[in-house]
């Protein structure tokens, strides 16, 4: 269906609902068929007015801050997965009134937080993160597992049995990963941590499962977690952002100017990599544009694309079109629904793209926008 660009405005994050239920689907047969949890990570995926819809499919949530643990009890209506790389003492108290399970980064907050998780009056279960020394991510920025990382106990600061109290393992060192890696990750965790896993409920095995992508193998991911909680009598928790809403929007935007820098034709836009994509500056990478190539061809109209802030790099080179662009052109960037929205700022005092839905019928529904307050609000 032929998408009405005049009844978005521009710039807007747009999440297509079917593209989404075909996501959650897919992770639901995933959770039925291998017995695990599969829980959304809001860092990932914070697009809380779909929600409801997700607590359809999915086993609940996770949060990694406070304000993370509240939406997801405010909009979902469930209790959070809380990871944290250390707690703040003045949010504590509140964190166990979103928590149904609390994880430590170190024995040292556990030592510090466990007596009042025991004295508290509903039932938090306890984990520890732990690093089992190895990922395969290239880069480093996303790498847990790096040498000196502060994500998770090493073996060698955990004993034969697991502390008091503690009822689950928690690793996370997979990126946009398939169960391939998980597999040859499993090993390192098995090796050092097997003899406690023995002794715990639960393992949670982070995020990075990138089971919505093309040619991930279910199969193959549903029999390792099989095999994990038939060898350990263990409940496995996967806790993937990216792979919710992965493919299931994208970002409208349009062209403001043409300019010709020396022979360079640079079309600026009305949104900004810095400060509405900045994963593509960060990552870096390319993201792809409707209806373009994301490289120079010949014969074609090539194009730099430009943000609209000061910032010299905020530009992505080079993308073709089959036509030439002109000022009030849509340009639509793919796949902008995780981990975008979560990371925009207002940078230079741009505004923030709109957030809505495109209906199954084709229709679009605006949820937000925003103005003046909301950059004002910041500073
Ligand atoms: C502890 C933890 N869990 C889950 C996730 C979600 O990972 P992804 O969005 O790659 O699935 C992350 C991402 O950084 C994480 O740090």
């Known amino acids: 269906m032929a998408i009405d660009f005049s009844s978005i405005p521009s710039p807007a994050f747009v999440l297509e609902e079917k593209l989404l239920k075909n996501n959650l689907e897919l992770l639901k047969s995933v959770q039925d068929r291998s017995g695990a949890e599969i829980i959304v990570a809001l860092k990932g995926f914070s697009f809380y007015s779909k929600f409801p819809l997700v607590k359809q499919y999915l086993s609940g949530a996770t949060a990694s801050s406070l304000n993370e643990a509240r939406l997801i009890v405010e909009e979902m209506g469930v209790l ?48 520890l993160r732990i690093n089992p020394e190895y990922a395969e991510v290239e880069v480093d920025m996303y790498n847990p597992a790096i040498k000196g990382s502060r ?7 955990l004993g034969d049995t697991l502390p008091e109290g503690i009822e689950g393992l928690h690793s996370h060192t997979l990126c946009e990963n398939d169960s391939y890696v998980l597999e040859r990750t499993l090993v390192h965790i098995e090796g050092k941590f097997g003899h406690l896993l023995h002794q715990a409920k639960w393992l949670n095995l982070g995020g990075g499962h990138l089971m919505t992508r093309k040619g991930y193998d279910h199969e193959h991911l549903i029999g390792l977690i099989q095999n994990l909680k038939a060898k350990y009598n263990i409940e496995v928790i996967l806790e993937p952002g990216s792979a919710i809403g992965w493919e299931t929007g994208f970002l409208r935007s349009k062209v403001l100017d043409i300019v010709d820098s020396l022979g360079v034709k640079i079309a600026i836009l009305d949104v900004s990599f810095a400060a509405h994509m900045p994963d593509t500056l960060e990552m870096p ?23 609209m802030t000061c910032l010299a790099g905020d ?20 796949d902008m629904i995780h981990y975008t929205m979560v990371k925009t700022t207002t940078f230079n005092g741009v505004g923030l793209p709109s957030i809505g839905v495109l209906r199954e019928d084709g229709s679009f529904e605006l949820l937000k926008s925003f103005g003046y307050e909301t950059f004002k609000d910041r500073l």
């Open 285 to 307: 990478y390319k993201p792809k544009v409707w209806g373009a190539e994301s490289e120079a061809v010949e014969g074609k109209f090539v194009y730099r694309l430009g943000g």
């Open 80 to 127: 959070a997965h809380t990871y944290c790389p250390a707690y703040k003492e003045e949010e504590f108290d509140q964190m166990m009134e979103y928590s149904s399970h609390i994880t430590f980064n170190s024995l040292n907050q556990y030592e510090k937080y466990k007596d009042k998780v025991k004295a508290f009056p509903r039932k938090i279960s306890m984990g």
């Open 151 to 157: 994500l998770g106990i090493t073996r060698n600061l």
């Open 315 to 334: 530009y992505m080179s080079e993308y073709s079109f089959d036509q030439e662009l002109k000022e009030g052109d849509t340009i639509v960037f793919n």
